[in-house]
C-alpha cells in the first residue's frame, strides 16, 4: 500500500512532517508517489533540511530561491504554466548556507505557504515542519514546530527503536522538555508509555496541530517482528490514551522497500 493512500489523501492536499525518527525519509518516499500523480507539487521546509535530502527532486524539477514572496510566487506559477510537462516538482528555499561544510537550505516563512495554498498555485504542498537531529524521539521546545496553519494532514513521526534505551540528549532530542512531559527521568529506559504520553500530551508529537487538520501517527523503523509488536503496544496504548486529533495510526519503515506494515484506524464514536 502507498503511503498516499494510507493517509486517505484528497486530490489537493497540503502536509507537514513533525517529529523525529526517519521524518527526512518518509519525506522522500511521499513526495516520489506524489510525482507520479501528474500535479502541480511544492516541496519545502519550514526549518532546514539537507542540501542533499531534496537534491533528487532539484534535477526532476525546478529549484525556486528568493527573498521577495512576490517574486518566488511568480516564478512558481510560470514554471507550472510551462508546456505539458507532468508530475512538476517545485522545489521553494529562501536561502542555501553552509554548515560544518554541507550545504543546508532553507525555507520560505510559513505565511509565504498558507498564502499560495489560498491561491491555489499549487496541488500539493509537503513541508518539512521539524527538526531532530537524527535522532528517533523528539519533544518540542516552546518555538517548534513551526506548522502552517493551511496543513490538511500533520504526521507525526516517531522511530519505535528509542524503546529501551536510556533517555538522554544522545538518544532524544531535547530530552529535558521530554522528560517534563512524560515524567520519565534523566537516564531511566525509554518505555511504551512515556512514548505514549509524549503523543498524546498537548505540548508533545502533535502540538500546534492546526484546528481541522487531520494527524497521522506514523511509528517508524518497524523492520522486524520484534518491532511490529511493540508497535502495535504502543498504537493501543495511544487510543487508550485517548488523543483525540489522532485520526490513524500507521506502522512502517520508510527505509524498506515496503513502507506500510500496518494501519490502525481509530473508530469514530456514535
Not at 21 to 39: D, I, M, P, Q, V
Not at 170 to 181: K, P
Request: with cysteine; net charge neutral.
Amino acid at each position: 500500500m502507498l503511503i498516499g493512500e494510507t493517509l486517505n489523501l484528497k486530490k489537493k492536499a497540503f502536509i507537514s512532517l513533525v517529529g523525529a525518527g526517519g521524518k527526512s525519509t518518509l519525506f522522500n518516499r511521499l513526495a516520489e508517489e506524489l510525482a507520479y500523480k501528474n500535479r502541480r507539487i511544492i516541496l519545502t521546509t519550514t526549518t532546514k533540511m539537507f542540501n542533499w535530502q531534496l537534491a533528487p527532486f532539484i534535477k526532476k524539477g525546478k529549484l525556486v530561491k528568493g527573498y521577495q514572496e512576490e517574486l518566488v510566487r511568480e516564478s512558481i506559477k510560470r514554471y507550472f504554466s510551462q508546456g505539458d510537462k507532468r508530475g512538476r516538482l517545485a522545489v521553494v528555499v529562501e536561502e542555501i548556507e553552509e554548515i560544518n561544510e554541507k550545504e543546508k537550505l532553507t525555507g520560505p516563512p510559513s505565511a509565504w505557504l498558507d498564502k499560495w495554498w489560498n491561491e491555489g498555485i499549487a496541488d500539493y504542498f509537503l513541508v518539512e515542519a521539524d527538526g531532530a537531529a537524527g535522532r528517533s524521539v523528539k519533544a518540542p521546545a516552546s518555538y517548534e514546530p513551526v506548522v502552517p496553519l493551511s496543513t490538511t494532514d500533520l504526521i507525526g513521526v516517531m522511530g519505535i527503536d528509542a524503546l529501551g534505551l536510556p533517555l538522554g540528549e544522545e538518544n532524544v532530542f531535547r530530552s529535558t522538555i521530554f522528560s517534563q512531559l512524560t515524567g520519565l527521568a534523566e537516564g531511566e529506559k525509554i518505555g511504551i508509555e512515556a512514548l505514549s504520553r509524549l503523543v498524546c500530551h498537548p505540548e508533545g508529537l502533535f502540538k500546534k496541530a492546526p484546528p481541522g487538520s487531520r494527524c497521522h501517527l506514523f511509528i517508524n523503523k518497524v523492520e522486524d517482528s520484534l518491532h511490529l509488536k511493540e508497535a502495535e503496544e504502543l498504537a493501543f496504548e495511544v487510543l487508550k490514551l485517548g488523543h483525540q486529533r489522532v485520526s490513524d495510526i500507521i506502522i512502517g519503515a520508510a527505509s524498506q522497500k515496503e513502507v506500510i506494515r500496518e494501519v490502525i484506524r481509530k473508530v469514530e464514536e456514535g
